[in-house]
């Protein structure tokens, strides 16, 4: 069993950055690939970048150049370093393995980019 716990989200101004981070629980986060998704209101909860247990990443392409995804695995931990923060980049950010487990999802952290 693997229990997430994201943080690092806030109140950010048009341009800002912030970093978040996925801290994990139990012993088969090594061998998970991991993804960072976004849910904005009233909208449906997309795929922002994954990586997998080896380091190689990927991004939706509106996130290309823009957000960086990383983990540590001997803390267990993922990261999304995310720049140029804009508007439309609101919404609850978490992370899962991907493909994404439902006894995996958290309660996620708020981002909100706003002037």
């Known amino acids: 069993q693997v229990q997430l716990v994201e943080s690092g989200g806030g109140l950010v101004q048009p341009g800002g950055s912030l970093r978040l981070s996925c801290a994990a629980s139990?012993?088969?986060?090594?061998?998970?690939?991991m993804a960072w998704y976004r849910q904005a209101p009233g909208k449906e909860r997309d795929l922002v970048a994954t990586i997998t247990q080896g380091g190689s990443t990927y991004y939706a392409d509106a996130m290309k150049g823009r957000f960086t995804i990383s983990r540590d695995n001997a803390k267990n931990t993922v990261y999304l370093q995310m720049n140029s923060l804009q508007p439309e980049d609101t919404a609850v950010y978490y992370c899962n393995a991907h493909p994404p487990r439902v006894r995996f999802w958290g309660q996620g952290t708020q981002v909100t980019v706003s002037s």
């Open positions: 139990g012993s088969i986060f090594k061998s998970l690939r």
